[in-house]
């Protein structure tokens, strides 16, 4: 009702018959613009004064099609953190390659995770190469088209200014990773593997990421079968990949011991 309240040629409301999750909304959005620049802005963050001009200015400077900038962190009580970047960080990017964007998107390993970054694409490169988001996925999303931007060829700047506020939702979509998401995002990584060149660094990271995949789907089957109370088929997962049991940390360790102890008191051993 707000947006519709606005004027038609300022704010063009796009209401879907049926929900396909955030990756078919954005794609309503894409196939609906008509600017130069593509933004997305999630319903509950904001953006500053001047943030698209800034971003703008520095993409056009240097003939790119694609730019971030840094992000405020706003936790659900309100508090302001600290920017999710350091400043200094991103100055020291200036620029993000693909090898670098994928590096930073390794679960659970990466020092920064790039995947929280809020892109502008230059929309008529995005049409050429006919870039859009993967309607099958929940989470990753955001992450596939970027990572498939910069596979062919779009240069991304970076801002180091903080230009997006990003409020933490505990129960958002993108803070509750579950098993069933990064097996959608494991067979979204394959189709991409399929369809875009990568240079030797980048495959690396590549490689570097679907290894964390996999022991990220480890984790997250070893906390169901704990859930379920289902003994052995935890302990099966944490024999089939240990490593998954010592990326995620001890408690997962502790507690898997600590069935495994009970199943053989139970067992009579």
């Given at each position: 009702?707000?947006?519709r ?62 730019a ?48 929280y ?50 409020h ?14 990064v ?27 679907g ?15 704990i ?43």
């Amino acid at each position: 009702d707000v947006a519709r309240a606005y004027p038609g040629d300022i704010v063009r409301v796009v209401a879907l018959a049926n929900n396909r999750g955030p990756g078919g909304a954005r794609n309503a959005g894409l196939d609906a613009a008509r600017g130069r620049w593509i933004a997305v802005l999630d319903s509950d963050d904001a953006v500053f004064p001047g943030r698209l001009a800034a971003m703008i200015a520095r993409a056009e400077s240097a003939d790119a099609q694609i730019a971030v900038d840094n992000l405020q962190v706003v936790r659900e009580d309100g508090v302001i953190e600290d920017a999710m970047f350091p400043r200094q960080y991103l100055e020291g990017l200036r620029e993000i390659s693909l090898a670098t964007y994928i590096a930073g998107n390794v679960v659970f390993e990466s020092k920064f995770n790039l995947g929280y970054l809020k892109p502008i694409f230059q929309r008529e490169f995005l049409n050429e190469n006919r870039l859009r988001y993967d309607e099958k996925l929940r989470i990753g999303e955001d992450y596939i088209l970027f990572a498939g931007a910069l596979a062919r060829g779009g240069k991304c700047v970076v801002e180091p200014d903080i230009g997006y506020a990003y409020h933490i939702r505990s129960g958002s979509i993108s803070r509750v990773l579950e098993l069933h998401h990064v097996e959608a995002m494991r067979r979204a990584d394959a189709v991409f593997a399929q369809t875009h060149r990568m240079d030797e660094a980048a495959q690396a990271a590549f490689a570097r990421r679907g290894r964390s995949l996999r022991k990220a789907a480890s984790f997250l089957s070893l906390v169901q079968h704990i859930k379920a109370r289902s003994p052995l088929k935890a302990i099966r997962t944490a024999l089939s990949d240990p490593a998954a049991v010592r990326h995620m940390g001890m408690p997962i360790a502790v507690r898997l011991r600590r069935m495994a102890a009970q199943f053989a008191v139970g067992a009579g051993r």
